[in-house]
């Protein structure tokens, strides 16, 4: 059984497959709209998701399976005080293959311990990873830049606790010459864990973002995520530490794109949204498309 629990679960080479695949399922849908017809996908979210999982579920229905599972944790026997594995035990028997969500770090890889014929999407650990975003943003990158090698991309907000940032770095560091920039409050620095994989003079960090945007080939803005905070006092004093606006992009290059996994709150203006350079919504297109071709490459189906 394939699973994907964090991004290096791909070789780059698989990855380049599968982001030729979602490029064929963008120019050609109706080919793909049968290919699960008959398989079933288990919708796990134990925590609350509108991108990750409407963009799972449509991906399913479009490749013509169907999809079970639920949105709130109260609604499933965990609630009861089932424990996660048993549960998991049991859908594997309704499910081909399951994409899940959870508040703690390692339940998908701590899953798949017990599982034998049901692949499991990890669609997001507690602060760990959130591997299916790393898809979305890689095929974003190579849509608008055609290449992973030799960018410099700039990391803003919630590097502590921002998970599509914690996947995202680990896949873009197997490419050649990625520049870091790690722009954050000191309270919200990227964790050692993840800089001690990367080579020393590969990254810099840094809490000035007018400063930094210039020389930016990518810009990744993130939420300061107050899920996460003990002490709401210190959320609410670094929830707007970094606010990105049309006067600070007047300063970046004209080619630099703007991501974000969304949701916004209010570290980008709405003003930056008509820029030309703001991607975050085609970003989360590309992630229904990108779901698509990874449900397919899990379950070994062809169109
Ligand atoms: N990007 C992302 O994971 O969004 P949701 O929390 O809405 O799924």
């Known amino acids: 059984v394939r699973n994907l629990i964090e991004p290096r679960d791909f070789t780059t080479e698989e990855l380049s497959r599968l982001f030729d695949l979602a490029d ?9 709209m049968d290919v699960c017809k008959g398989y079933v996908l288990a919708s796990l979210f134990f925590e609350p998701s ?37 549960t998991l035990r049991t859908v594997e028997n309704y499910a081909d293959i399951c ?3 959870h508040p703690k770090d390692g339940a998908a890889l701590l899953a798949t311990k017990y599982l034998k014929t049901m692949p499991i999407i990890n669609a997001g650990d507690g602060a760990h990873n959130h591997p299916t975003q790393t898809l979305t943003d890689l095929l974003t990158i190579r849509h608008y830049k055609g290449r992973f090698d030799n960018l410099k991309i700039g990391f803003c907000g919630d590097l502590k606790f921002g ?10 560091n197997r490419y050649d010459n990625v520049k870091f920039v790690f722009i954050s409050p000191e309270e ?15 990254y810099t960090e840094t809490d000035d ?18 899920e ?3 002490s709401e006092e210190e959320y609410v004093r670094l929830k707007d530490f970094f606010i990105l606006n049309k006067e600070k992009l007047d300063l970046a290059k004209k080619d630099m794109i703007v991501m974000h996994p969304l949701p916004r709150v209010n570290e980008i203006s709405y003003d930056v949204d008509d820029d030309e350079r703001a991607v975050y919504f085609q970003q989360a297109k590309f992630g229904m498309y990108v779901r698509m071709a990874l449900i397919m490459t899990l379950l070994g189906l062809e169109a």
């Open 24 to 32: 064929d399922i963008i120019s050609n849908p109706r080919k793909y």
């Open 50 to 86: 509108t991108r990750t999982r409407l963009s799972f579920e449509t991906a399913m229905n479009r490749l013509g399976g169907r999809v079970v599972g639920f949105s709130d944790a109260k609604v499933s026997s965990t609630s009861k005080g089932e424990s996660l594995v048993d």
């Open 99 to 101: 994409a899940m969500r």
């Open 163 to 172: 998970r599509t940032i914690h996947s995202l770095v680990r896949a873009m």
């Open 188 to 202: 919200l620095k990227m964790p050692k864990i993840f800089k001690s994989e990367l080579p020393e003079n590969s």
């Open 209 to 226: 973002l007018e400063g930094s945007i210039k020389d930016l080939d990518i810009l990744y803005m993130s939420r300061v995520q107050k």
């Open 228 to 230: 996460r905070f003990v």
